[in-house]
């Protein structure tokens, strides 16, 4: 259930790595546009015509991303380590 | 704009399901409409699909704002103290994520061979007795209810307990403002015992996982836990519901959309998409405030007002939808705004979406020839309630000889 006892997955780069980035999708056949990640990060999510955009696909490592993950009632959002693929969000 | 001479808010009693054709003219000539709701300061009402998006998607409206102001409201009451709806992100997700993955479409689905056993059980109970049945007691009431109860892990024995409670928290006019508090206590003091029992006996249920996000994870106070229980338990039960038998007889009332439907029972999840749209459950949203000026369709809603959207009215609106006031189980438009939008989205949408096709199908595949037992006029409406719905719905079939 918890976002806070996450695991860092083992292939990824030390915590503090400045040049960590993660990539941000939204399958568009999932997501029946809720809003509920645009609500959760205005600046990461956009909905447009009923699907959710990400504004960026790749951002620095940040907790409204995993968050707006987190949030997404179809799983439609996935957050991974641009350079080893590893999901950061949502938890399976 | 200023917020002067309001239309006193609803325009008109509940009539059964039908819209007051006020809302029709409104959306077309007067997007931003000074309203004055029973309680509160008076609000602009937004009646546009895309205008209601934004309101209750755009950060420059806040929930937050609304518990520092007497904000607008059809009931009395104004929720607990530290319920979800008090809260805007950061803090409302917060909240939110203690709960989001119990109510995520993956879960739900995991709950539907249960709903569907619940379901069964009750048509075997209602073909066991013959018609005609109350559809709203016999079905409608205790599938919902047996599924949250199970699902959060509050004891279905006490039913008739929280029902009243919740009865009379979901009250505009059938009770008073002291009857309404003090259901509203002893409610809460009914949850903060489970959480209590919950500390004591540990279990995997939501209320256990919410007691373990406070104890172990700090992640909510005492408050916010029991008024996500009670918010849980009321919110998903109630609407539910009353939705199983508006469905119905608005299906009834269209008997050509039915008959398509019996027809080919694979349309249900759609079916239900379009009643959801169709079927004007509440009034008016909780109320948002604007926190700096924000430009709506017909005009700027100046920093501090408050705003109400009516998403019955969205759901009816033309330039989104075709011949919005007929209803179509096939159709492919825009989706429907019936369980919100934005951070707020109904938390419970999957759930409720996999109770009312289960009830749907089963009710059609069980009961052939399913109709009203009386005449319409037979049917009990509920009035002082801020959810429309039926009191009572006798309905019969062909008994198997
Ligand atoms: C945190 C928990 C709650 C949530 C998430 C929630 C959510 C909702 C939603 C989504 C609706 C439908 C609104 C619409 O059709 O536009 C609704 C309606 C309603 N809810 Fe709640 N609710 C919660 C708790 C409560 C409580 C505790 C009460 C009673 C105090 C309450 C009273 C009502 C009433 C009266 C309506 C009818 C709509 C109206 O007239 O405004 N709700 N609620
Ligand atoms: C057909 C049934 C339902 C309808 C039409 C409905 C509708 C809504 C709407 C319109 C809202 C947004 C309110 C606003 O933004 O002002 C909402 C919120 C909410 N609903 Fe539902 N709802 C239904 C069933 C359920 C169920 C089964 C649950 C059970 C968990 C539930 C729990 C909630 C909660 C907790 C919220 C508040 C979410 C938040 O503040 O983040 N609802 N619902
Ligand atoms: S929260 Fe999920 S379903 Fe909702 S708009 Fe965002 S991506 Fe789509």
Not at chain 2, 210 to 226: I, K, S
Not at chain 2, 237 to 251: G, Y
Request: hydrophobic share 40%; aromatic share 6%; glycine share 6%.
């Amino acid at each position: 259930m918890s976002g806070a006892d996450r695991e860092v997955p083992a292939a990824s780069p030390a915590p503090g790595t400045r040049t960590e980035i993660w990539r941000v999708r939204v399958d568009p056949k999932a997501c029946m546009g809720t809003g509920i990640c645009a609500g959760v990060a205005p600046d990461r999510f956009q909905v447009r015509d009923g699907i959710s955009h990400p504004t960026a696909a790749y951002v620095p490592p940040e907790d409204q991303v995993v968050d707006a993950a987190e949030s997404c009632p179809l799983e439609a959002i996935r957050v991974t380590h641009r350079d080893t693929g590893a999901l950061i969000a949502p938890e399976e | 704009m200023t917020i002067t001479d309001p239309h006193p808010f609803p325009f008109s009693e509940p009539d059964e399901l039908r819209i007051d054709p006020r809302f029709e003219q409104i959306r077309e000539k007067e997007p931003l409409c000074p309203v004055q709701l029973p309680h509160g300061e008076p609000a602009w009402l937004v009646t546009r699909y895309e205008d209601v998006k934004t309101v209750l998607g755009d950060p420059r409206f806040s929930r937050a704002e609304a518990v520092r102001r007497d904000e607008p409201r059809t009931r009395y009451h104004r929720g607990l103290p530290g319920n979800i709806m008090e809260f805007d992100p950061p803090e409302h997700t917060r909240l939110r994520r203690v709960v989001a993955k119990a109510f995520t479409a993956r879960h739900v689905e995991d709950l539907r061979v249960r709903a569907q056993e619940i379901a069964d059980r009750l048509v075997d109970e209602m073909i066991a007795q013959g018609p005609p049945a109350d559809l709203v007691s016999a079905f409608a009431l205790p599938l919902p209810v047996t599924v949250i109860c199970e699902l959060l892990g509050v004891p279905f024995e006490d039913r008739t307990r929280f029902r009243h409670w919740s009865d009379a928290l979901l009250s505009t006019t059938r009770f008073s403002p002291e009857e309404i508090e003090r259901c509203a206590g002893e409610l809460s003091d009914y949850m903060a015992g489970l959480v209590a029992e919950r500390r004591k006996h540990p279990q995997d249920d939501l209320l256990g996982v919410m007691v373990a996000a406070r104890d172990e994870q700090d992640r909510l106070t005492e408050d916010e836990l029991v008024a996500m229980g009670v918010g849980v338990l009321v919110a998903g039960h109630e609407t539910t519901a009353s939705q199983i038998p508006n469905f119905v007889h608005t299906l009834l009332e269209h008997p050509e959309e039915l008959a398509r439907l019996r027809a080919d029972l694979d349309l249900v999840p759609q079916a239900v998409e379009e009643l959801m749209r169709f079927v004007p459950l509440g009034s008016a949203s909780t109320a948002r405030y604007a926190v700096e000026d924000v430009e709506l369709s017909g005009g700027v809603v100046h920093a501090g007002e408050p705003v109400v959207v009516s998403t019955a009215a969205a759901n009816r609106d033309t330039t989104v939808f075709t011949c919005p006031e007929r209803l179509d189980l096939t159709r492919k438009e825009a989706a429907h705004v019936g369980f919100g939008h934005g951070p707020h989205h109904c938390l419970g949408a999957q759930l409720a979406r996999m109770e009312l096709q289960v009830a749907l199908s089963t009710l059609l595949r069980r009961l052939p020839g399913l109709r009203l037992a009386g005449t319409e006029e037979d049917l009990v409406w509920k009035a002082g309630s801020g959810v429309r719905g039926l009191e009572k719905m006798l309905i019969t079939w062909e008994a198997a000889a």
